[in-house]
């Protein structure tokens, strides 16, 4: 069987390595907060060239967190893409604001000649979603945003260590928001979620509303007297030591395992190029991550089936836009009509295998099967 996407041979190469981690944690006695936690903080907002960085459980809470800390919420409106994961939407839903759906370009990124279209002055944010591994046109993203004095929140859920005009994803808006949900680039096993900046203020505040609107600091001085106390409205939001222990193991490899990524794609752009299949366009100031290799055919479901039965597995990321779900079409008119790139590329897109430890063999035969189908 050949799977879409699997972990379990990178954890037999770092197996060792992971369990002494879990294993330290554990021994050292501090479980949340601790000193594991501190040092991948540093590291990883490093790696990703920001001053300052915090870890969260997930990347919905980290998009909402950073919401929340830039007073954006009920009344407000939130300018995004629909054809993104579900949580994008969510956590600004559950920060209190609305949403507005740019349309698509044809990277799959934010269409950025549309964004002004959808600004008004409930407008208070963009949410440009680093999709598939590749980074949005952010020249053009931060010059809207400063014309319009509007707030720039980066979801790179799907985007570590991609890179636009050699900027790294979540460097550049005011936040930058990160998953590390199994399946991604530099994933745990578990959830877990990470929040950068290079703004001093706004980090203490997303650090005080990650843990429940209290600042250890004060709660270790003055008139609080190390009681347990809140100075906000917050949430619980936190990156386990367990997981920081084992991200701090996985994140040298990084760079490696995404050029390994590339390397996989360029097999497929080399030997796909001259069939009738739709390829990944890599924008030219980009360094693409390749967290997914999405293509696209309007057999979709025959390619897929097909490949089904030869035990090759694929996936559809994503099939339903957004805007089209029950929870969230009523954030666009009945006769929308402004989506029509989301609409379409949903109908045909689809995953090819990607993951660092996909042999050269096994990504031959899914290549030799797929041009048999097309």
């Excluded at 990178?10 to 594991?36: Q, S």
């Excluded at 060239?49 to 409106?77: F, H, M, Q």
């Excluded at 720039?152 to 979540?170: F, L, P, R, V, W």
């Excluded at 089936?305 to 089209?324: A, E, Q, V």
């Amino acid at each position: 069987m050949i799977k879409v996407w699997d972990y379990l041979k990178e954890y037999e190469l770092l197996r060792d390595d992971i369990l002494n981690a879990v294993d330290d944690v554990f021994k050292n006695g501090t479980l949340i907060f601790g000193p594991k936690l501190d040092e991948f903080e540093t590291k990883f907002s490093s790696y990703h060239d920001s001053k300052y960085g915090i870890g969260v459980g997930n990347c919905t809470d980290a998009i909402t967190i950073a919401l929340k800390a830039l007073d954006i919420g009920p009344g407000d409106e939130v300018l995004t893409t629909s054809n993104t994961a579900v949580p994008t939407v969510t956590a600004i839903v559950n920060a209190g604001a609305s949403v507005k759906f740019v349309d698509i370009n044809k990277y799959s990124l934010i269409d950025v000649t549309k964004i002004e279209n959808f600004i008004n002055n409930k407008t208070k944010a963009i949410v440009p979603v680093h999709l598939y591994g590749q980074m949005c046109e952010m020249d053009e993203i931060m010059n809207i945003a400063k014309k319009n004095k509007l707030k720039i929140i980066e979801d790179c859920a799907q985007s570590h260590g991609a890179t636009y005009k050699n900027k790294k994803a979540g460097s550049i808006g005011d936040v930058g928001c990160f998953s590390f949900y199994p399946t991604k680039i530099f994933g745990a096993y578990g959830d877990g979620g990470f929040i950068t900046t290079n703004d001093e203020k706004l980090y203490d505040r997303m650090k005080r509303i990650r843990f429940l609107g209290m600042e250890k600091k004060k709660m270790s001085s003055g008139h609080w007297n190390g009681k347990y106390y809140a100075v906000e409205h917050g949430t619980n939001s936190r990156l386990d030591e367990v997981h920081a222990a084992i991200m701090l193991k996985k994140l040298p490899y990084l760079n490696e395992w995404i050029d390994r990524r590339r390397e996989i794609a360029n097999r497929y752009n080399r030997e796909l190029k001259d069939f009738e299949i739709e390829l990944p366009i890599e924008h030219p100031d980009n360094k693409h991550a390749y967290y997914i290799y999405v293509v696209s055919h309007p057999e979709r479901e025959r390619i897929m089936s097909g490949l089904l039965k030869k035990d090759i597995h694929l996936n559809i990321s994503y099939p339903w836009p957004i805007h089209i779900m029950d929870a969230y079409k009523h954030f666009v008119c009945s006769s929308c009509t402004c989506l029509k790139k989301t609409e379409e590329n949903s109908k045909k897109i689809f995953s090819l295998p990607m993951y660092p430890t996909l042999t050269d063999e096994e990504q031959g035969i899914v290549i030799k099967e797929l041009k048999q189908l097309i």
